[in-house]
T-cell receptor, first 113, second 114 residues
Framework: EPEVTQTPSHQVTQMGQEVILRCVPI?????FYWYRQILGQKVEFLVS????????KSEIFDDQFSVERPDGSNFTLKIRSTKLEDSAMYFC???????????FGPGTRLLVL | GQQLNQSPQSMFIQEGEDVSMNCTSS?????WLWYKQDPGEGPVLLIA?????ELTSNGRLTAQFGITRKDSFLNISASIPSDVGIYFC??????????????FGQGTILTVHP
């Protein structure tokens, strides 16, 4: 069964450094999302992406965040200058057109020191 | 923004017991989804509900989309140890300006004692 994959599984970085989190959505899906989950809390929406542009973003998704689909398969989340409070699990999700069912990847655990 | 209240926060049950958890919202959703999350992993979709009043089963799991579109419940029958995990409800409103963003509940932590 097709799955959403994410790399790396874990990332440790110093405050102020840039990180890029990578996702490969399910191949026939057209809607892509990033969510984050701070330890012990609920999953929070960051951004949705469709037709090569951002559809919607949350208040969390400020100027330090950007997303890109550089080729036909990858979907990336970049944090330009990480802060301590960016430490969280980051989940990518993808969705097929016509069905509002999102499938999540295994996540990247980001730790900012 | 939209908020989902999920209850209970946690449950401790004996193997074989039935479990029920629910989510309520002050605003309507067009879709309700139920996910299970194991520690350190991503949410795994259990059941998707698309129509108000819909009752859907997936093995020992049954979920319903409330008539008012403001609530949903998930039942697990005859629980087993591998049911342990965190269960999340999520509401969606594709169309309009939301483009399918999901709003998640706070989660129900389920512990099953053998």
């Amino acid at each position: 069964e097709p799955e959403v994959t994410q790399t790396p599984s874990h990332q440790v970085t110093q405050m102020g450094q840039e990180v890029i989190l990578r996702c490969v959505p399910i191949s026939n899906h057209l809607y892509f999302y990033w969510y984050r989950q701070i330890l012990g809390q609920k999953v929070e929406f960051l951004v949705s992406f469709y037709n090569n542009e951002i559809s919607e973003k949350s208040e969390i998704f400020d100027d330090q965040f950007s997303v890109e689909r550089p080729d036909g398969s990858n979907f990336t989340l970049k944090i330009r200058s990480t802060k301590l409070e960016d430490s969280a699990m980051y989940f990518c999700a993808s969705q097929k057109p016509g069905l509002e069912t999102q499938y999540f990847g295994p996540g990247t655990r980001l730790l900012v020191l | 923004g939209q908020q989902l209240n999920q209850s209970p926060q946690s449950m401790f049950i004996q193997e074989g017991e039935d479990v029920s958890m629910n989510c309520t919202s002050s605003s309507i959703f067009n879709t309700w989804l139920w996910y299970k999350q194991d520690p350190g992993e991503g949410p795994v979709l259990l059941i998707a509900l698309y129509k108000a009043g819909e009752l859907t089963s997936n093995g020992r799991l049954t979920a319903q989309f409330g008539i008012t579109r403001k609530d949903s419940f998930l039942n697990i029958s005859a629980s087993i140890p591998s049911d342990v995990g965190i269960y999340f409800c999520a509401g969606g409103n594709a169309g309009g300006t939301s483009y399918g963003k999901l709003t998640f509940g706070q989660g129900t932590i389920l512990t099953v004692h053998p």
